[in-house]
C-alpha cells in the first residue's frame, strides 16, 4: 500500500513569490490534515479537510495560505506571498473512520529567503 | 483550548537502562493520547495510542486522568530505539475534529 506522498520534498523560494505544495493521501482515505512545523516550535495544525470539504481551518495562520482538495483526494496548499516566517516543515497526513489513525507524509520543507 | 507538555529536549540512556517519556496535558473534554514516534530519515509514525492499551516495540503508556500525564516508558532501552518522541492529543468525543495538539517532542538517545 502506497503512503502518504508530498511534493516537493523541499522548495527553497524568495520573500514574495509563491509556493504551491501537494499532498496525496492513502487511497480511500477521506480526512486529510496540513500540519507545519516552523524553526524551534512544535508541529501546528493548520486544517482538516473531510473528502473535499474543509472541516476545520482554524489553525489557518492567515489569508495568505490557501488549501484546496478539489474531488476528494489530493489536496495543495499555497502560500502567497510567501514570508520568511513562513519557512519549516509542512506535513500531510490522512486517516479513515472508524479507526483514525493518522498517516503522515514526508513533509516539504520550504525556506523562504 | 489543549496543550500537551514535553518537559524533557533531550534524553540521554544507556542500553538496557529504563526509558520514561514524560508527558503531561491539558484539556477540558475526554481526550485520546498518542505517541508517534520519528526514526532519523524516516517519516512520523503511530508508536501507540491510549485506547489501544497495546504494548508496542516494548513500549506502553498509562493515560492517568488525575495527573493528566500520558508517560511512556520502556524497561530496557535498545539502541535502535533513539529517535525523537512526540506526545499528541485529539479530542476524544468530536468526532469532526480530529486535528492532532502535538508537544514539542524529546529526543531519545541510547548510548551502548
Known amino acids: 500500500e502506497a503512503g502518504v506522498t508530498q511534493f516537493p520534498s523541499h522548495s527553497v523560494i524568495e520573500k514574495g513569490q509563491t509556493v504551491t505544495l501537494r499532498c496525496d493521501p492513502i487511497s480511500g482515505h477521506d480526512n486529510l490534515y496540513w500540519y507545519r512545523r516552523v524553526m524551534g516550535k512544535e508541529i501546528k495544525f493548520l486544517l482538516h479537510f473531510v473528502k473535499e470539504s474543509k472541516q476545520d481551518e482554524s489553525g489557518m495562520p492567515n489569508n495568505r495560505f490557501l488549501a484546496e482538495r478539489t474531488g476528494g483526494t489530493y489536496s495543495t496548499l499555497k502560500v502567497q506571498p510567501a514570508e520568511l516566517e513562513d519557512s519549516g516543515v509542512y506535513f500531510c497526513?490522512?486517516?479513515?473512520?472508524?479507526?483514525?489513525?493518522?498517516?503522515f507524509g514526508p513533509g516539504t520543507r520550504l525556506t523562504v529567503t | 483550548a489543549q496543550r500537551v507538555t514535553q518537559p524533557e529536549k533531550l534524553l540521554s540512556v544507556f542500553k538496557g537502562a529504563p526509558v520514561e517519556l514524560k508527558c503531561n496535558y491539558s484539556y477540558s473534554g475526554s481526550p485520546e493520547l498518542f505517541w508517534y514516534v520519528q526514526y532519523s530519515r524516516q517519516r512520523l509514525q503511530l508508536l501507540l495510542r491510549h485506547i489501544s492499551r497495546e504494548s508496542i516495540k516494548g513500549f506502553t503508556a498509562d493515560l492517568n486522568k488525575g495527573e493528566t500525564s500520558f508517560h511512556l516508558k520502556k524497561p530496557f532501552a535498545q539502541e535502535e530505539d533513539s529517535a525523537m518522541y512526540y506526545c499528541?492529543?485529539?479530542?476524544?468525543?468530536?468526532?469532526?475534529?480530529?486535528?492532532?495538539?502535538f508537544g514539542s517532542g524529546t529526543r531519545l538517545q541510547v548510548q551502548p
Open positions: 499528541a492529543l485529539s479530542r476524544l468525543a468530536d468526532t469532526g475534529r480530529r486535528a492532532l495538539t
Open positions: 497526513a490522512s486517516s479513515q473512520a472508524p479507526k483514525n489513525e493518522q498517516y
